[in-house]
């Protein structure tokens, strides 16, 4: 009796295994035929082109490159809010530097204090 049941489960079993196992051959048949048109259709990019990238730098030239300067420089919310009311790197130009906090801009501490009242 125990012959019995293990050769009805037999059956389905290896039907299981045989139709995952191709479903596994295909997707990575998919895989691979993807990698290889994707690989042979980048060009090389320009000279010119990956040299202006490393001048200037990870952040285009524009008015979020400010403002993420000034959040990076922890002086607090109220001087990111002075730099993002400016009008710094709105035209392009990037050469200007951040203005010093104002004296009435308020840090990250005295912030949360002014929002709760």
């Avoid at 524009?62 to 922890?74: C, I, L």
Wanted: aromatic content about 4%.
């Amino acid at each position: 009796m125990n012959t019995n049941w293990l050769a009805r489960l037999n059956a389905p079993l290896v039907l299981v295994v045989a139709v995952i196992s191709l479903g596994v051959v295909a997707e990575g048949a998919v895989i691979v035929t993807h990698l290889r048109a994707s690989s042979s259709s980048q060009a090389p990019a320009p000279a010119d082109a990956q040299e202006g990238s490393k001048q200037q730098g990870v952040h285009p030239c524009n008015h979020g490159f400010y403002v993420s300067q000034a959040a990076h420089a922890k002086k607090g919310g109220g001087y990111v809010k002075q730099v993002a009311q400016s009008d710094l790197g709105k035209n392009g130009d990037c050469s200007a530097p951040l203005p010093a906090p104002a004296s009435g801009t308020k840090s990250n501490s005295n912030a949360g204090e002014a929002d709760d009242q």
